[in-house]
């Protein structure tokens, strides 16, 4: 458009929310906007790293991605990188429970069973814990009158997803279904997590009243649970051929090609506001240099942006602080085929929690790669990789490399029958890097969102707010863009 007046948005923070507002923003049409990225790093990409592992690429962080989210596909798509999409070349995964790796059972809405037979042949819940799933069973189904909604059955209020599910299905289902598979997904406790942030179909379930299994199966769509329904075909989960890393780099790639200006290792110290003229902009301060921009997106955990946001609103800061974090570690191994004694015919196994704290296994999940991903296979060797640390438990934090090594060793030879030692293993470390959505979460976001509306032309994006995927990821930025953009529209 003739005469249009080129605006200039920061982007602060250059993992993949980063990332994505940035190809957001840089494919806004006429009037343009420039785009400049700051990254603390001397990489971008944050959590989305790939490693190389025994001659093969493995990821140091997610693994996969939710295939029924589109985000992912969309961005991966606009890169060109549709057909480089892989899925797992199996399916199906235990859990550690009552001594032994047990099949999880069909018919589970994420961590929940919907159904009696699966659950009791699976072995999971003794037969004193089938009695709770029983009986909800019994119960008859009405809707509008359950314990999760307000006075006059008003708004659903906010629960802790292992209130719900211990009040309806006991404390075993709690404990060894949901809290490894739903508190797994965060490296959190169910006994905090919200259910209207992570999980809004049970608490719909729950506010029909009577059976939760059976209102919770009639409240999700067909492939709404965790794994596929029998005869789906689709695929669940999805990673990029050669690692997330590619996915990065095919990004970073696209964005220096649309000009922007990525700038790695350069990490934000301050943000001021300043008059010019009839309008304000954003003065962002780096180590010996300031620029002024027009926008602002804030793609950065939510304590570091609340440093930033403090002397602009001091509540806004104070909310973002109030977010947790809990800290994870993934110990990736290789092995001779002779030295594992149980069978790697799935995708691998989750770690139910016993009595809670210390006396947990420290291994929350192992993923039996060479298994799970086809192009990790070779003749005679095993690929594991083992997650540890979790929301209370930041033991992955204080034992060194070796000690977490030999610890996830003793583990999953109890779980697993592993024999030895690896001929070789790697330990990544994520400290602090799952935000928990504890009760109220949604709540706080809201108010998060709202107060950086009211400052002019900045959003925030990231795992902080509404889903700690990468799909939701990359939609948190791009959103984040485009209100950036609109705020500054004339």
């Known amino acids: 458009m003739a005469g249009a007046t080129t605006r200039t948005v920061a982007v602060i923070g250059g993992g993949i929310a980063g990332l994505s507002a940035a190809w957001e923003l840089s494919g806004t049409p006429d009037p343009g906007v420039e785009v400049i990225v700051f990254e603390e790093e001397d990489t971008f990409g944050g959590k989305l790293r790939t490693g190389s592992f025994g001659g093969r690429p493995v990821e140091l ?49 994420l961590g929940v069973p919907t159904r009696l037979g699966p659950l009791a042949r699976s072995g999971i819940c003794s037969p004193a814990g089938l009695v709770a799933p029983a009986l909800d069973l019994l119960a008859p189904l009405r809707r509008g009158s359950g314990p999760s909604r307000g006075p006059s059955s008003g708004p659903v209020v906010d629960r802790a997803v292992g209130e719900v599910v211990r009040r309806h299905l006991g404390a075993e289902v709690t404990n060894r279904l949901a809290a490894p598979l739903i508190g797994g997904i965060h490296a959190g406790s169910v006994e905090t997590m919200s259910a209207a942030a992570v999980f809004p179909a049970l608490l719909e379930a729950d506010g029909r009243g009577g059976s939760l299994m059976r209102a919770l199966g009639a409240t999700l769509a067909p492939g709404g649970g965790v794994g596929p ?35 790695p290792a350069t990490p934000v110290r301050s943000l001021c506001r300043v008059d010019d003229g009839d309008k304000q902009r954003w003065r962002i301060g780096t180590d010996g240099a300031e620029v002024d921009v027009d926008g602002v997106v804030i793609a950065l955990p939510a304590r570091p942006a609340g440093r930033l946001l403090r002397a602009h609103d001091a509540s806004l800061a104070d909310t973002l602080d109030s977010v947790r974090y809990s800290s994870v570690a993934i110990v990736t191994m290789g092995y001779d085929s002779g030295a594992i004694g149980h069978p790697l015919d799935g995708t691998g196994f989750l770690v139910s929690r016993s009595a809670g704290g210390r006396a947990d296994p420290l291994v929350t999940a192992c993923t039996w790669l060479s298994s ?43 779980m697993m029958g592993v024999r030895r030692p690896p001929h070789e293993a790697l330990v990544s470390r994520w400290p602090e890097a799952f935000p928990q959505y504890d009760v109220g979460h949604l709540d706080r976001v809201h108010a998060m969102e709202t107060a950086a509306g009211r400052l002019p032309s900045l959003a925030l994006a990231g795992a902080a707010l509404h889903g700690v995927g990468i799909p939701a990821c990359i939609g948190s930025g791009r959103r984040a863009a485009r209100a950036v953009v609109a705020a500054g529209a004339p």
């Not at 991966?76 to 199906?92: F, H, K, N, Q, Y």
């Not at 890393?245 to 649309?258: H, K, Q, S």
């Open 372 to 414: 799970k991903w086809p192009e990790l296979r070779r003749d005679g060797e095993v690929l594991l990789r083992a997650s540890v640390g979790r929301d209370g438990d930041e033991r992955c934090r204080s034992l060194a490399d070796d000690e977490l090594v030999t610890r996830c060793v003793a583990e999953l030879g109890v």
């Open 229 to 263: 329904l029998p005869g789906e075909s689709a695929p669940v989960f999805l990673s990029v051929r050669g690692g997330f890393g590619r996915l990065v780099e095919t990004l970073v790639g696209a964005l220096r090609e649309r000009k922007v200006d990525l700038r």
């Open 61 to 109: 962080g997610p693994d996969a991605f939710v295939a029924r989210r589109p985000e992912a596909l969309a961005l991966c798509g606009e890169l060109g990188l549709s057909r480089e999409l892989v899925a797992p070349g199996v399916r199906g995964a235990s859990v550690w429970a009552r001594g032994r790796l047990r099949p999880l059972p069909e018919g589970l809405a």
